[in-house]
């Protein structure tokens, strides 16, 4: 839609630096246009003082108005000819976005579990049987009923985790019910947790 005499922000040229607004911009692109020097200067030192009022609770820092005149200098595109009071040369160097972390993708067939219980999975299958071995499994069965209460994977019952835990370790571990212990949880505890998030 297309209305004539209405600007959108989209439409516009993108900010250098959003959190100062388009005012400020506007500003900065003004000082940029004045004729003398001086009149460069007055209008710099004007913005500065401005911008140091937006952020009243960086004052105390050291380098607060060395800042300020770095992200004035940013936002005129290092264009500005004025007598910075502050070196402003490392300015490019703030500005710069840090390249992305690498976010380890790794292939889990089952997500409500997770990708560490996946790796217990298969140490479960090379573990010797033993005590060691069985206080494994006793935190893992507990963890993975856990994670379905949380996943929400309707009823929780422990045959499902019994059938899963056989499933994933390749039948190595087979848990008897009869006389396996789980932790005492119920559905009601998680949605009390959920709730709690949501807030």
């Given at each position: 839609m297309d209305i004539e005499g209405l600007d959108y922000n989209t439409q516009r040229e993108q900010l250098i630096l959003p959190e100062y607004g388009r005012e400020i911009q506007n500003m900065v692109d003004y000082a940029?246009?004045?004729?003398?020097k001086q009149e460069r200067q007055l209008c710099a030192e004007t913005i500065i003082g401005i911008m140091d009022r937006m952020s009243p609770q960086n004052r105390g820092n050291a380098d607060h108005e060395q800042?300020?005149?770095?992200?004035?200098?940013?936002m005129s595109k290092m264009q500005l000819d004025i007598d910075w009071p502050f070196d402003v040369s490392q300015a490019v160097s703030i500005a710069k976005k840090p390249e992305a972390l690498a976010y380890p993708m790794k292939d889990i067939p089952v997500r409500h579990y997770g990708y560490l219980?996946?790796?217990v999975f298969e140490k479960l299958k090379t573990m010797e049987p033993g005590p060691e071995r069985d206080e494994l499994v006793r935190i893992t069965a507990n963890q993975m009923k856990r994670n379905l209460y949380q996943w929400s994977h309707g009823s929780v019952v422990d045959e499902k985790v019994a059938?899963?835990?056989a499933r994933y370790t390749d039948g190595v571990i087979q848990l008897d019910l009869s006389t396996f212990e789980f932790e005492k949880m119920s559905?009601?505890?998680?949605m009390t947790e959920r709730r709690k998030k949501k807030k």
């Open positions: 940029l246009t004045l004729p003398t800042k300020l005149w770095d992200h004035l200098a940013l219980l996946q790796e059938d899963d835990l559905e009601r505890d998680f």
